[in-house]
């Protein structure tokens, strides 16, 4: 079997054209402009390259682009000054921390000082508390672009079987809860698990959220099943000349595709789902503050 590519970057386009038309009309109808604003502490290089896309992505979309750039050493009481501050600016609406943040900052203290409304990446214990609850949260980006992914490829997920692999905040058990939502037969794989092997061979849905490239074989996969790869790891390509890199998933691409019904590719998978889903979140953030209808 070849499989079905599913193209993210196009799906990503499609969610970004949908929440610029609610942002036109946001405008047009209400006045309101939302607006998101970017936290960075530090020069972390992949941080600043994310930062800058967010924001680029942001402003084209129709919305306002608030970034903050903050000194490595920035102190905790001054960190948590400006999300005081950016709480309570009803020009903003979404609030996003970049993480990791240095050493020195306490991330949950961090994270759990933003206003869980202004929190659009769904990091905030309530958040994290509604969404496992099944309550109305504002649901974390990279996960939510996956369960989007699956929906528009499988329409219903029910009953299915499900193995996410890897189990972090921000990616394994947010994905494990919104799949659960969703009525499938969830398993949570991780470093300690035994047999991974056995385990993915029985799911008719695979997420890898690892950070380890192209661990997942093809012949872990059942035969027609769906992949999501999370993981984006830079690899040497001696190929492409030297000193050079190339992007790579979780998930042996070639081989899993000769298997899997549906895969998506690193890049142009996952990644660029997670900014729209970003966006997306910022403009239903500004209708709930609003008390306006939500985009769906
Ligand atoms: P973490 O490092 O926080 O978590 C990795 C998870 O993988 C852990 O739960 C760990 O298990 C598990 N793991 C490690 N080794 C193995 C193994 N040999 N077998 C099974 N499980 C294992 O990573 P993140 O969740 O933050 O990110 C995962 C990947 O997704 C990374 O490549 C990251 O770059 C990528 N990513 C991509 C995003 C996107 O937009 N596309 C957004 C966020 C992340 P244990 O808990 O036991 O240690």
């Given at each position: 079997?070849?499989?079905?590519?599913i193209d993210g970057k196009a799906?990503?386009?499609?969610?970004?054209?949908?929440?610029?038309?609610?942002?036109?009309?946001?405008?047009?109808?209400?006045?309101?402009?939302?607006?998101?604003?970017?936290?960075?502490?530090?020069?972390?290089?992949?941080?600043?390259?994310?930062?800058?896309?967010?924001?680029?992505?942001?402003?084209?979309?129709?919305?306002?682009?608030?970034?903050?750039?903050?000194?490595?050493?920035?102190?905790?009481?001054?960190?948590?000054?400006?999300?005081?501050?950016?709480?309570?600016?009803?020009?903003?609406?979404?609030?996003?921390?970049?993480?990791?943040?240095?050493?020195?900052?306490?991330?949950?203290?961090?994270?759990?000082?933003?206003?869980?409304?202004?929190?659009?990446?769904?990091?905030?214990?309530?958040?994290?508390?509604?969404?496992?609850?099944?309550?109305?949260?504002?649901?974390?980006?990279?996960?939510?672009?996956?369960?989007?992914?699956?929906?528009?490829?499988?329409?219903?997920?029910?009953?299915?079987?499900?193995v996410v692999i890897g189990r972090?905040?921000?990616?394994?058990?947010?994905?494990?809860?919104?799949?659960?939502?969703?009525?499938?037969?969830?398993?949570?794989?991780?470093?300690?698990?035994?047999?991974?092997?056995?385990?993915?061979?029985?799911?008719?849905?695979?997420?890898?959220?690892?950070?380890?490239?192209?661990?997942?074989?093809?012949?872990?996969?059942?035969?027609?099943?769906?992949?999501?790869?999370?993981?984006?790891?830079?690899?040497?390509?001696?190929?492409?000349?030297?000193?050079?890199?190339?992007?790579?998933?979780?998930?042996?691409?070639?081989?899993?595709?000769?298997?899997?019904?549906?895969?998506?590719?690193?890049?142009?998978?996952?990644?660029?789902?997670?900014?729209?889903?970003?966006?997306?979140?910022?403009?239903?953030?500004?209708?709930r503050a609003n008390g306006l209808?939500?985009?769906?």
């Open positions: 079997m070849t499989a079905t590519i799906f990503a386009g499609t969610v970004r054209e949908k929440v610029a038309g609610h942002v036109a009309r946001l405008k047009e109808e209400h006045g309101i402009t939302p607006g998101l604003a970017v936290v960075l502490v530090g020069e972390d290089p992949a941080s600043q390259v994310y930062v800058r896309s967010k924001g680029k992505q942001t402003v084209e979309v129709g919305m306002n682009s608030y970034e903050h750039k903050l000194d490595a050493d920035t102190s905790e009481a001054d960190l948590l000054a400006l999300i005081d501050q950016l709480n309570n600016d009803p020009a903003v609406h979404g609030i996003l921390v970049q993480l990791p943040l240095p050493k020195h900052l306490n991330e949950d203290l961090v994270i759990n000082s933003i206003d869980p409304a202004k929190d659009v990446d769904g990091f905030h214990i309530s958040n994290v508390g509604l969404l496992g609850t099944g309550q109305k949260s504002m649901v974390p980006c990279t996960p939510l672009g996956c369960l989007m992914m699956l929906r528009d490829h499988h329409g219903s997920l029910s009953g299915m079987d499900a972090s905040n921000i990616v394994g058990k947010p994905m494990a809860q919104l799949l659960l939502g969703d009525s499938c037969t969830v398993t949570i794989a991780h470093s300690r698990t035994k047999d991974l092997a056995d385990v993915v061979r029985r799911a008719d849905i695979v997420v890898a959220a690892v950070g380890r490239p192209e661990m997942v074989p093809g012949d872990w996969i059942k035969e027609g099943a769906t992949v999501i790869d999370v993981g984006i790891n830079r690899i040497d390509a001696p190929e492409k000349g030297e000193g050079k890199t190339r992007l790579v998933g979780d998930c042996h691409f070639d081989s899993c595709a000769e298997r899997a019904g549906a895969i998506t590719p690193v890049p142009g998978g996952v990644g660029p789902m997670t900014i729209a889903c970003l966006l997306a979140n910022t403009v239903t953030a500004c209708c209808a939500e985009p769906e």
